[in-house]
C-alpha cells in the first residue's frame, strides 16, 4: 500500500478544520454548530494519529483516544445546552442569544 | 448692667436661629412672638444698659467687652469684642427700639403673606448683624457686621422672588454695593499693614500719634477708601442707584434697612474713623463733595418720581447726603443727630407709605391715589408729621433742629464754606417742594383707589409711636438762640470731637439770623409745593409734560442717567463678554476631552453587540495574524 504522505494528511486536516471553522461561524442552527464543533476536533485527532504514524510512535492514536472521550462527553453537555437554548428562546438560532450586548 | 451689653446682639441672633430651627411648628402667632419679642427684649435691654452706661460713664467714657479671640494668625488676633461708646449709644437704641417698632407693625403688615417666617429670620438676622457692625471693637468684626446687613438687604429685597424683577433689584444691590465693600476691605488691608492692628481705639492712636510725619498718603489713601465703602452701603453718588430699585421689598424693609439703619452704616463707618479724616483734608473735602452732590441730584429726583417708595427712597439719598456733608466738614456731631432724627421720620414715612399701599390694593402711584385724608386719618395724620421732619419744619419737628444744625456748620465749620452753604438751602428747599408734594398728591384731591384696608393697632401704634419721636426728638439738641438744651451734643462730646466752629461765620451761622434763613427757605418751599400741587395742579402737569420741560423730568425721573450710564458701560460689556467667554478655547479643550471619551465609548459599545459569532470571528482573525506573524517573520 502506497504511503499516504504527512504533508497531504495534515493539508486535510487543515481544510477539515478551516471547514468546521467556516462552519461555526456561518451557520446559525445550534445543532449545525455542534456538528461543526465535532468536525474540528476530528480534525485535530486526525492531526494526532497522522503524527504518530510519521514518527512511529502510539502517543498520536493515545491522544486520539482522550480526544473521542471528550467528544462524546462534550456532545453530552452540548446537546443538554441545546435542548435548555430551545426552552429558553423558544428557537435554535445561535443569534437570538445576543442579551449580553453593550 | 454694663456686662450684659453682649445680650443686646444674642437675642435677635436667637430669635433668627430658632425661627430657622422651630418655625413651621411655631405657627404665625408663634413666629410673630418669636421674631419682634427678641428685638424687643434687646430693645429693653439695650434701654437698660444705655442707661446705666449714662448714669455711671466708664473710665474713657467707653465700655470695651472681650468675648472671645476670633482668631489668632500671624501676630493677627482680633477679638470678638463689643464696644459702647456714645456714637455707638445713639445706633444701638435708634437700631433697637426702631427695629421693634417696625417688627411689631410688620406682623400686621405681613400677616397674609407665605413668607411670614422666612421675613422674620431675615429680619432678625439683619437686626444681629446691624448691631454687630454698630458695636464691633475692630473694623474686621465691624466688616462682618457690614456684609451680614448687606446680605440680609439683599434677601429682603428679593424677598418675594415669583417676580424676576424682584431678584433683578436684590442682585443689583448686592453687587452695586460690593464695588464698595471691595473699597473698603482693601482700605483695611492697607490699615492693617501700615499699623499692624484693626482695633479701632488701637488704630486711631496709633494714626494720630504717627502723623503727619511718614504716614499722610496712608491716610488719605484709607480715608478714600473707607469713603468708598460708605458711598456704597450708604447710596451714595455715584454708587446710589441701587437704593431707589430696592424698594421691591415689603415696605418694612425698606423702612428699616433702607432708610434708617444699615444705609447709614457708611454715616456710622466715617464719624467712627473721624481721626483718619481729621489728618487727611482732601479725604473730608471729599466726603463733603460727595454729600452735596447727592443731596442735589437725589432731591431733584425726588421731585418727579411718580412711585411713592421711590420718592421717599431718593429723599433717602438726599438726607443721607446731608449726614455726609455734615461729617465732611467735621461737624461728627450734627451727622450723627441728623441719622437719629432722620431714622424717626424716615422710618415713620415708609411705614405710613406702606398702609396706603396695602390699603389701595398694591397701588404704588401717588397720581392714583388722592383724597385718603378722610379715609385714612390716622394715617394721614402720622404721615404728614413725617413729611414735616422731612421738610425740617420749624420748631415742631425734629428734622430741623438736626439739618439746621447741618446748615450751620456747612458754613461756619472751618472746612465749610458759602457753597456747601447754599448748596444745602437748595437742598432744603427741594425737601420741602418734594415731601409736601407727596402729602398734596396722596392725601388730598379727588379720590382715585378705593380703600380696601384699613391698619389696626400693630399698625397704628408704631405709626404713633414714631411720630412722637419725629416731633420731640429734635429736643435732646436745642441751638443756642433757644436756649441751647444740648443733652445729645454732651454725650457725643465724650466721643466725638465737636465741629470746629470760628470765625465770623461761625458766629452768623449759629445766630438768629441764619435759622430764619433756613426757616424762611423751608417755608418758601413748603409753600410753593402748595401752590404747585394743591390750586394749579393741572397747570403743573402741564408744565412737567411740555416738550421744552420733558427730557429733564425724564433725566431727574431716571436719576441723572446714572442707569442708563452704567448699563451701557459695563452691565452689557461684562454680559456680552461673559456670553462669549461661554464658547471660549478653554472650554473646547476641556469638552473635546469629553467628547472623546464619548466616541470611544460609543465606538466601544457598538462592538458589544452579545452575538458570540462576531466575537469568535474576531479571535479567529487574531490568530491567524499571530500565526502568520510566527510563520512568516
Not at chain 1, 483516544?65 to 438560532?93: N, P, Y
Not at chain 2, 422674620?120 to 458695636?135: A, N
Not at chain 2, 411740555?546 to 442708563?564: I, K, T
Request: hydrophobic share 60%.
Amino acid at each position: 500500500m502506497a504511503a499516504v504522505s504527512l504533508d497531504h494528511v495534515l493539508a486535510l486536516a487543515a481544510v477539515l478544520f478551516a471547514v468546521g471553522f467556516v462552519g461555526l461561524l456561518t451557520r446559525r442552527n445550534l445543532i449545525v454548530v455542534l456538528a461543526c464543533i465535532e468536525i474540528m476536533l476530528n480534525a485535530a485527532g486526525l492531526a494526532f494519529v497522522a503524527a504518530g504514524a510519521r514518527w512511529g510512535q502510539a502517543d498520536g492514536q493515545v491522544m486520539f483516544l482522550f480526544v473521542l472521550a471528550m467528544a462524546a462527553a462534550e456532545v453530552a453537555v452540548g446537546l443538554a445546552l441545546a435542548i435548555r437554548f430551545r426552552q429558553a428562546m423558544k428557537s435554535l438560532d445561535v443569534d437570538d442569544a445576543d442579551r449580553l450586548r453593550g | 448692667m454694663l456686662s450684659l451689653l453682649w445680650l443686646i446682639p444674642a437675642l435677635p441672633a436667637a430669635g433668627s436661629v430658632l425661627l430657622v430651627l422651630l418655625g413651621r411648628r411655631l405657627g404665625r402667632a408663634g413666629t410673630a412672638w418669636v421674631g419682634t419679642g427678641s428685638v424687643g427684649l434687646s430693645a429693653v435691654l439695650a434701654l437698660l444698659v444705655c442707661g446705666s452706661f449714662l448714669a455711671a460713664p466708664p473710665a474713657g467714657d467707653a465700655y470695651r467687652q472681650v468675648l472671645w479671640t476670633w482668631f489668632d494668625v500671624g501676630g493677627f488676633a482680633p477679638a470678638i469684642g463689643l464696644h459702647l461708646d456714645a456714637v455707638s449709644i445713639v445706633w444701638v437704641l435708634v437700631i433697637t427700639v426702631v427695629g421693634f417698632l417696625i417688627h411689631l407693625y410688620s406682623v400686621e403688615h405681613m400677616e397674609r403673606d407665605d413668607g411670614f417666617t422666612r421675613f422674620f429670620i431675615y429680619m432678625d438676622l439683619f437686626v444681629f448683624s446691624m448691631l454687630v457692625l454698630v458695636l464691633a471693637d475692630n473694623l474686621l468684626l465691624l466688616y462682618l457686621g457690614w456684609e451680614g446687613v448687606g446680605l440680609c438687604s439683599y434677601l429682603l429685597i428679593a424677598f418675594w422672588q415669583e417676580d424676576a424683577q424682584n431678584v433683578y433689584s436684590g442682585r443689583k444691590a448686592f453687587i452695586v454695593t460690593r464695588v464698595g465693600d471691595t473699597a473698603l476691605i482693601a482700605g483695611l488691608f492697607l490699615l492693617f499693614t501700615h499699623y499692624h492692628t484693626l482695633e479701632i481705639g488701637q488704630l486711631m492712636h496709633l494714626v494720630a500719634s504717627r502723623s503727619p510725619a511718614p504716614d499722610s498718603g496712608v491716610v488719605l489713601a484709607a480715608g478714600l477708601l473707607l469713603l468708598g465703602g460708605a458711598v456704597g452701603k450708604s447710596a451714595q453718588a455715584p454708587l446710589q442707584t441701587w437704593l431707589p430699585d430696592a424698594m421691591a421689598g415689603p415696605s418694612p424693609v425698606s423702612a428699616l434697612i433702607h432708610a434708617a439703619t444699615m444705609v447709614t452704616a457708611g454715616v456710622y463707618l466715617i464719624a467712627r474713623t473721624n481721626v483718619l479724616y481729621t489728618l487727611a483734608p482732601d479725604a473730608r473735602l471729599a466726603v463733603a463733595i460727595v454729600g452735596t452732590v447727592t443731596l442735589l441730584l437725589a432731591g431733584f429726583s425726588a421731585l418727579v418720581q411718580r412711585d411713592l417708595k421711590r420718592a421717599l427712597a431718593y429723599s433717602t439719598i438726599s438726607q443721607i447726603g446731608y449726614m455726609f456733608l455734615a461729617l465732611g466738614v467735621s461737624g461728627w456731631e450734627a451727622a450723627v443727630f441728623h441719622f437719629m432724627t432722620h431714622a424717626f421720620f424716615k422710618a415713620l414715612l415708609f411705614l405710613a407709605a406702606g398702609v396706603v399701599i396695602v390699603a389701595l390694593a398694591d397701588e404704588h402711584d401717588i397720581f392714583r391715589m388722592g383724597g385718603l385724608r378722610r379715609e385714612l386719618p390716622a394715617v394721614f395724620a402720622t404721615f404728614t408729621v413725617g413729611a414735616a421732619a422731612l421738610a425740617a419744619l420749624p420748631l415742631v419737628t425734629d428734622g430741623f433742629y438736626s439739618k439746621d444744625l447741618i446748615i450751620a456748620t456747612s458754613l461756619g465749620s472751618v472746612d465749610g464754606g458759602a457753597w456747601f452753604y447754599v448748596a444745602s438751602l437748595i437742598g432744603a428747599f427741594v425737601t420741602g417742594l418734594y415731601s409736601f408734594r407727596l402729602v398734596w398728591l396722596v392725601f388730598f384731591g379727588a379720590r382715585r383707589t378705593e380703600v380696601s384696608r384699613r391698619p389696626r393697632w400693630r399698625q397704628l401704634v408704631p405709626l404713633y409711636a414714631l411720630a412722637a419721636l419725629s416731633v420731640t426728638g429734635g429736643f435732646v439738641w436745642m441751638p443756642a438762640w433757644l436756649g441751647g438744651f444740648e443733652p445729645l451734643r454732651k454725650l457725643l462730646d465724650t466721643a466725638l470731637p465737636p465741629a470746629p466752629m470760628e470765625g465770623a461765620a461761625a458766629h452768623f451761622a449759629e445766630s438768629v439770623g441764619a435759622a430764619l434763613i433756613t426757616i424762611l427757605v423751608v417755608a418758601a418751599g413748603v409753600g410753593l409745593s402748595y401752590v404747585l400741587w394743591m390750586p394749579r395742579r393741572e397747570r403743573t402737569q402741564a408744565f412737567a409734560a411740555a416738550p421744552s420741560v420733558q427730557p429733564l423730568v425724564a433725566l431727574w425721573l431716571g436719576g441723572w442717567g446714572f442707569d442708563w450710564f452704567y448699563e451701557r458701560v459695563f452691565v452689557r460689556p461684562v454680559k456680552r463678554f461673559a456670553h462669549w467667554a461661554r464658547h471660549d478655547l478653554v472650554d473646547h479643550v476641556v469638552g473635546g476631552i469629553a467628547w472623546l471619551n464619548l466616541a470611544g465609548w460609543r465606538g466601544l459599545s457598538a462592538g458589544q453587540n452579545g452575538r458570540l459569532r462576531g466575537y469568535l470571528a474576531v479571535t479567529g482573525l487574531g490568530v491567524v495574524l499571530v500565526l502568520a506573524v510566527v510563520v512568516l517573520r
